[in-house]
């Protein structure tokens, strides 16, 4: 009896169980190179199925060995071409091509194959894939019920992270290192798993990095290029709640139904918010809405009524494209990281759909802030109207924001009445915080603090001396009178420029800023008796930056900055001007411009230039 396997059956290994059980003892085992090369190429790429096959191989070899079975080597190894065109079907046929050639059987675990070589008319032994039921992991002896997850590498000890929700201690939870094979058969057992039973899937597979969900758990497991040795991290959810279990559960409902919303889940990592996003979910789930999940890797832990979908063909937008032609009322995206999540979660608002966003933030702002820049500031109450920040697994603040056209908290002058997105505590409705642009500028201003350096006042000192300096090129400072007037001291040799003819352009100044200004000299305000003056050296000692010059701009480089957040540009401490952090990590100034003049004359004093974030 001759047969030739192919690729799917050796690596199930189902070959050499038919000839241990006799069922082909004495039969000629022609293997095909096409085979073999294939098998080595995933091997080499890091893949478990490229080893599976390859320890087939040498049980194979063993059993001929025994003289149980006779083993042969046929037919070539594939071009490159021909291995290029695997995914269609060029390895596929060489093997059933030689097959044909030794008038052999031709065996396979793959179904579509069985079907082309018996149309093909040769004989053909389908044997049905191995399914296994997989029961639990080795991995999961090492957690006990205060586990959240558990951190496993060669020749380091086992770790855990354990306690309650928001108390969590990384502790060491065994007394000897993992050696590189302890390891190594655990990740193998958990892929293999993943592949043969029903309770998992594997997430992600690229060389270095595999992601596993298998039951409750969560598992990636990292190897070497990659990582610098083997390491599995393991999670699992500790509780599973329902909205009952949180503060302001009936008012949240409420507003859940009211209508379909745009809302941010945000805190700290381990602050409870997938757990929250959950319990969201079915409740809207059992309230009558359709409900979906976006999530990369799919750790939720919902119902099976909850259909949970990753990225298609690698791509979130993809999956909104496809879930729009599914009209869920809501949909879960955890985790919204990258500006393509922001632009993929306001896409799909603007078209209808509830959406609950996942973010990573350690204040309740800082969620609503990472929009800007990203979204249309006018659009971000329409993407976003809801923020619940959540601390140690409990509900700490919820924000509602939307959209007023009135004068800015700490304004006066009636014409300076814009659209101002408006965040007030949802459940004392006390605005705490205001959004709005102020002289081309994008400004987050808080209202409940006492600090008057802060908000408005800070905002408009800034902006009044960003102004000044850009006319004179003396030192200039700027002290605050009250909520509407100010007074600006500079050099007596720059007066009339800052007045300018007929005071024309300090009245230009004022009505665009909307406030009154005092134009001083330096002598005058060692004179005054009114209150301390506020320098620019008084500000905060920043971030250093080497700015790039090119032919049309003067570039600042940031990092660890997200975009679309304010930050101020300092030289030698002494504050330059403010700015918004770019889409691309950069704050790009066009040369020519007075910012970029001021900008280039700190560079050639040779002044440390510094980012002051807020």
């Known amino acids: 009896m001759k047969l030739v ?32 090369s294939e098998l080595e190429h995933q091997a080499n790429e890091g893949l478990d199925a490229g080893w599976d096959g390859i320890n087939e191989l040498l049980a194979l070899a063993d059993l001929a060995d025994d003289g149980d079975i006779d083993i042969e080597y046929v037919g070539r190894k594939p071009q490159n071409a021909e291995r290029m065109a695997a995914d269609a079907g060029a390895i596929d046929a060489m093997i059933r091509e030689l097959a044909g050639e030794h008038d052999a059987t031709f065996v396979t675990s793959d179904v579509v194959q069985s079907d082309v070589a ?162 969201v979910a079915e409740f809207l789930a059992a309230e009558g809405a359709v409900v979906k999940t976006m999530e990369k890797p799919r750790d939720l832990q919902v119902g099976d009524h909850i259909t949970q979908y990753t990225a298609l063909g690698g791509s979130m937008a993809s999956t909104a494209d496809s879930l729009l032609m599914v009209r869920p009322d809501y949909t879960i ?153 100010a007074a600006v001291y500079v050099p007596e040799s720059d007066i009339s420029q800052v007045i300018g003819k007929g005071g024309g352009r300090i009245r230009d100044i004022e009505s665009r800023l909307g406030i009154e200004i005092d134009v001083r000299t330096h002598g005058e305000r060692s004179n005054s008796s009114s209150g301390a003056v506020q320098s620019r050296g008084e500000d905060p000692t920043g971030e250093p930056v080497v700015p790039e010059i090119t032919d049309q701009h003067v570039i600042l480089s940031l990092a660890g900055i997200p975009p679309g957040d304010t930050v101020e540009v300092h030289a030698d401490s002494e504050y330059l001007f403010t700015a918004t952090i770019g889409r691309g990590g950069e704050i790009q100034v066009s040369r020519g411009s007075a910012i970029a003049a001021e900008l280039e004359d700190a560079i050639d004093r040779r002044e440390t230039v510094t980012i002051v974030t807020e």
Do not use: C
């Open 5 to 36: 396997p192919d690729t799917s059956v050796i690596i199930d290994g189902r070959v050499s169980d038919r000839i241990s059980t006799g069922e082909w003892a004495g039969a000629t085992v022609l293997i095909p190179e096409a085979v073999v």
């Open 118 to 279: 018996q149309a093909k008319g040769l004989a053909v032994e389908y044997i049905a894939p191995v399914v296994r039921t997989v029961e639990s992991l080795d991995v999961e002896e090492y957690f006990d019920d205060q586990t959240m997850s558990v951190h496993l590498k060669q020749d380091v000890v086992p770790m855990a992270k354990r306690g309650s929700v928001g108390e969590m201690a990384y502790q060491a939870i065994g007394d000897d290192p993992l050696t590189e094979q302890e390891i190594a058969e655990m990740a193998r057992e958990i892929e293999h798993a993943a592949k043969q039973s029903s309770q998992g899937f594997i997430e992600l597979s690229e060389p270095g990095m595999t992601i596993v969900q298998f039951g409750l758990y969560r598992i990636a497991i990292a190897e070497p290029p990659f990582a610098d040795g083997i390491e599995i991290t393991a999670v699992r959810p500790l509780v599973k709640t329902d909205l009952d279990d949180y503060a302001l559960a009936d008012e949240l409902r409420t507003r859940l139904l009211e209508r379909q919303r745009g809302i941010l889940i945000a805190g700290a990592p381990g602050a409870g918010k997938s757990t929250f996003s959950q319990a």
């Open 333 to 485: 995206y955890d985790e919204v990281r990258r500006t393509s999540d922001f632009e993929v979660f306001a896409d799909m608002r603007l078209a209808g759909v509830g959406m609950v966003g996942v973010v990573h933030a350690t204040r309740a702002i800082d969620a609503l802030q990472r929009l800007v820049g990203r979204v249309e500031l006018g659009m971000i109450p329409q993407v976003v109207d809801t923020v619940v920040y959540l601390e140690a697994g409990e509900v700490h603040t919820v924000y509602d924001v939307h959209t007023e056209v009135k004068v800015p908290h700490g304004l006066v002058e009636e014409d300076l009445a814009r659209p101002v997105i408006v965040i007030s505590d949802f459940e004392t409705g006390r605005p705490a915080y205001e959004i709005y642009t102020f002289n081309r500028q994008v400004v987050t201003v808080p209202l409940d603090g006492d600090d008057q350096e802060t908000g408005v006042s800070r905002i408009a000192r800034q902006e009044i001396e960003r102004e000044i300096r850009s006319i004179v090129r003396g030192h200039v400072d700027v002290e605050l009178l009250s909520d509407n007037r």
